[in-house]
């Protein structure tokens, strides 16, 4: 029999004190789990005029919607925020129309997904049908072909509305709209990849209600993000004198350094090297002294004194520099 390395007690022993140190479930101690988003989420943030623009892009597709198709749809702009292609593709349904089109001047493939739902309603009202007719949306992949075809007009609306409600900011040139048969193409982006989440909450005046789905590549959009921030505020001068008036209430109160020079020495490099503590510098009382503000010499005067303390009389004025002419 293979005997135990540790016996009963010691394997007891060691249990209580792994005990006292086991971490509860999903915590990491010092090392955090990393998001890889958060640095593509703060640039998103800094694009503080995209939001406004995202819902006046809504508003304005509710009324490009009704005068193409004569229906009425209710259009809110939900907050843009960041997502993955991978998460994308899972959180799409089976009862999804998706375009791909490009955006320049933003580079890359952006796309558009729709309920195949609403491409139903508005195929009934196109062509002759009856919009009150109930659509259940369908689990299915395929469009039909009134749907496909419908998918492009709806699309074009789309683009057209969104290029209109960017242009005080970026002028966008949609280009190559494709009805896509299946996801898979936007299933072959890297699922790490990360796209600017713009959806569009739709309902008509009877019971269908779905969400659009704009996604433009991060990378495509982030060169741009100074013009969809907003500009610092810019400080307006003073109307009239009102800044003369202020610098001079303030101007009196500036603190400055005045200077009175009794000597100056003139000496060897040799004499100073041998200067030491305790020497005496003897000097006989000026008969004029510099005035100094600061650097620039402002006037000269008499040295003496005034009730019994030391003063200067200023006597005249100048503008040479310390140690100048």
């Given at each position: 029999m293979t005997e135990s390395v540790l016996s009963d007690s010691e394997l007891a022993a060691l249990s209580a004190v792994a005990e006292q140190f086991e971490e509860p479930p999903g915590h990491h101690g010092d090392y955090g789990v990393f998001d890889f988003a958060a640095r593509e989420a703060g640039v998103l943030r800094q694009m503080s005029l995209l939001p406004a623009m995202h819902q006046r892009h809504a508003e304005q597709l509710g009324v490009s919607l009704a005068e193409a198709f004569g229906l009425r749809f209710s259009a809110t702009a939900v907050a843009p925020r960041m997502i993955s292609y991978g998460d994308l593709v899972m959180s799409l349904e089976d009862d999804v129309a998706l375009m791909s089109f490009r955006l320049g001047p933003l580079r890359g493939t952006s796309y558009l997904a729709c309920p195949a739902s609403l491409l139903s309603v508005l195929v009934n009202q196109f062509f002759g049908g009856s919009a009150d007719v109930p659509t259940v949306a369908r689990r299915r992949k395929n469009l039909s072909p009134g749907e496909q075809r419908m998918a492009v007009l709806?699309?074009?609306?789309?683009?057209?509305?969104?290029?209109?409600?960017?242009?005080?900011?970026?002028?966008?040139?949609?280009?190559?709209?494709?009805?896509?048969?299946?996801?898979?193409?936007?299933?072959?982006?890297?699922?790490?990849?990360?796209?600017?989440?713009?959806?569009?909450?739709?309902?008509?005046?009877?019971?269908?209600?779905?969400?659009?789905?704009?996604?433009?590549?991060?990378p495509a959009i982030e060169p741009f993000k100074q013009r969809l921030a907003k500009a610092p505020a810019r400080q307006e001068p003073a109307a009239g004198g009102a800044w003369r008036a202020a610098l001079e209430e303030h101007l009196p109160a500036v603190p400055l350094g005045l200077t009175a020079e009794l000597i100056r020495f003139d000496m060897t490099l040799g004499e100073i090297l041998r200067l030491q503590q305790g020497m005496t510098l003897p000097f006989e009382m000026p008969d004029n002294v510099a005035v100094y503000l600061e650097d620039l010499a402002v006037g000269e005067g008499s040295y003496g004194s005034n009730n019994n303390r030391k003063a200067v009389r200023i006597q005249s004025f100048g503008s040479r520099t310390r140690g100048g002419a």
């Open positions: 709806f699309g074009q609306r789309i683009l057209e509305s969104l290029r209109e409600s960017w242009s005080e900011r970026l002028e966008l040139e949609p280009a190559d709209l494709l009805v896509l048969p299946n996801i898979d193409k936007l299933a072959a982006e890297p699922a790490d990849n990360q796209a600017v989440n713009l959806e569009i909450n739709l309902t008509d005046s009877g019971d269908w209600s779905g969400v659009l789905r704009l996604l433009i590549p991060f």
